[in-house]
């Protein structure tokens, strides 16, 4: 196959149709078309060769070209594609290293395998250019709803046709026990867009919660305009879900408006998730008030929120336990997905007598250290008192409202929970120094011997060990194990040291050693007071 006149008007005709059937541009058909000619002729006049081929893209005409270029005399190596500053002049003016030689060459003749060879260059090109435009069309259509048709199932994953390309939704992402048909239509999310060797790759859901909420937005105005705020979604997919709705406009409320008249509009969305029960609830700044309405319809009567630990305490009457935990746990974990806190739910009779036992454990306490009878360490708890240390270091004044306590009283209560605490401690610096710990790590400010036998215990004896600790280490911390939050205990966490504590005290440690240098500390703070007063300046200025 000769590339003459009366075939290089049929290059370009062919180029264009291509890309009308692809919906690519004809410039990448015709830059494939030369390439695979590039490779075609340099099978003909030599691999090492530089052949490049340019088409006319009005004429169709190919032009075939030899490229050499000037190196110098010791960088010589492929004689067939490079020439010398000396050799150069022979077809130069005043040649320098870098300019290039070019002369056009004869055309070839192609035959059979280089012809076969041309044309998978031709559609391996065009195939790559359609993947490509594939991906810059659905990559930023991620996190938005796309409609299909089934073209067919393999091993429970459903392969839809979006228009321009094929999508998948895996068995994992379809709800339920749901099954298609080849030719029914289908409506998912698109959940990510990926960019792989065999081509981009569109993964749909239809169980991820942010299928619910773009369900939402197309069937409530208010959210599409931004009126309403959809700030959580959590789903049992096919069974049950919450919502969290707030409005910016005091005359519109956010959970009617989500309902619609007679429940049209979350109707709508509960026909297209197979019947899935939609809990809409109203969203709070406040934790505790957003938790209660996250677990209606059960009545909650009680709260107790611990931020720090991100977990919260729900009291509920004994009737209300089995509507708030509901089936199979499913209402209290939905409002923890919703709330992101871990939820501790017990009847009131279950938090009478936990509260019933600390006050039994407090008042032996007191009854025990102190030498105090059973009523006066009953006093001393009902005021508030939990440990020595607040009976020790409180202000004279604390002690002196509970009833039949005068100043001598007082004074003399601070003197026995002082000797006692005095000689626990001096216990306890006696077990540390049995342990191993050393004084770099006993003199250091801010742990108490009690803390020192902690650390002993666990291995950490000198101010070394203790500078290379972590601070979740010390203080505990949560982390999040395929899905699931788990509790990492820390050393000191038994002696309520925070995260924030533990930090500065590890920082200190190194410090100390020389490990880091106070100036770097100083000009981090200060980048981060900026970073802060910068952001505060953004948000005033948005609002």
């Known amino acids: 196959m000769a590339i003459t006149s009366a075939n290089q008007l049929e290059l370009l005709q062919t180029a264009e149709a291509v890309a009308r059937e692809k919906m690519i541009e004809p410039s990448l058909v015709v830059e494939a078309m030369e390439e695979s000619l590039a490779r075609a002729a340099k099978s003909r006049y030599g691999a090492e060769m530089d052949i490049r081929v340019s088409i006319d893209r009005k004429t169709g005409k190919a032009t075939f070209t030899r490229v050499r270029t000037v190196v110098e005399d010791d960088e010589l190596e492929n004689y067939q594609a490079e020439l010398t500053v000396e050799q150069a002049k022979q077809y130069l003016d005043d040649p320098k290293v870098g300019d290039q030689y070019i002369e056009e060459i004869p055309p070839v003749d192609l035959g ?11 559609l391996q090109k ?40 094929e999508a998948i939704l895996r068995r994992n992402e379809k709800i339920g026990r749901e099954s298609y048909r080849n030719g029914d239509r289908i409506r998912a999310y698109i959940k990510d867009v990926r960019r792989e060797a065999r081509g981009p790759q569109i993964f749909l859901s239809r169980t991820a919660p942010d299928f619910m909420a773009e369900l939402f937005k197309m069937e409530v105005p208010e959210i599409y305009d931004g009126i309403i705020e959809i700030k959580a979604v959590a789903r049992d997919p096919g069974s049950r879900a919450k919502i969290a709705v707030i409005s910016y406009d005091n005359s519109i409320d956010p959970v009617g408006a989500c309902v619609g008249m007679r429940g049209s509009r979350v109707q709508a969305v509960v026909n297209e998730l197979q019947g899935e029960k939609i809990d809409i609830i109203p969203w709070n700044e406040d934790q505790p008030t957003f938790l209660v309405n996250a677990l209606q319809p059960a009545e ?67 009854m025990e250290t102190l030498d105090l009878d059973e009523f006066f360490a009953q006093l001393l708890v009902s005021e508030g008192f939990t440990n020595l240390e607040e009976v020790a270091y409180v202000e004279l ?96 966490e038994p002696f309520d040291v925070s995260l924030e504590e533990a930090q500065n005290m590890v920082m200190t440690a190194r410090v100390m050693l020389g490990w880091v240098d106070p100036a770097d500390l100083e000009a981090e703070a200060e980048g981060e007071a900026e970073d802060a007063a910068v952001e505060s300046e953004e948000q005033e200025a948005g609002a």
């Open 126 to 165: 065009v195939r790559e250019a359609e993947r490509d435009r594939q991906f810059e069309e659905f990559k930023d259509r991620a996190g938005t709803i796309i409609n299909g048709v089934v073209k067919r199932e393999e091993y429970g994953n459903v392969i839809v046709d979006v228009g321009r390309g």
């Open 300 to 366: 909650v009567s009680k709260v107790v929120l611990d931020e720090e630990a991100e977990r919260i305490e729900v009291v509920v009457p004994e009737d209300q336990l089995s509507l708030a935990i509901g089936r199979r746990g499913q209402n209290v974990r939905l409002a923890s997905q919703l709330t992101g806190l871990d939820i501790d739910i017990m009847t009131e009779a279950e938090d009478s007598e936990r509260r019933q036992k600390e006050f039994e454990e407090r008042t032996s306490l007191f």
């Open 112 to 122: 059979r395998i280089a012809a076969q060879s041309a044309k998978q260059v031709i």
């Open 397 to 492: 004044d604390e002690l002196l409202v509970i009833d039949g306590v005068d100043d001598d009283t007082a004074k003399e209560l601070q003197a026995r929970a002082r000797d006692v605490l005095e000689a626990q401690s001096r216990e306890a610096l006696e077990k540390a120094r049995a342990l191993g710990a050393e004084d770099s790590l006993i003199d250091f400010e801010g742990l108490t011997p009690q803390m020192i036998v902690a650390l002993a215990e666990d291995g950490v004896k000198t101010l070394d060990d203790f500078a290379t600790c972590a601070d979740w280490e010390l203080a505990g911390g949560w982390t999040t194990v395929e899905g699931e939050r788990v509790k990492d205990d820390g050393i000191l």
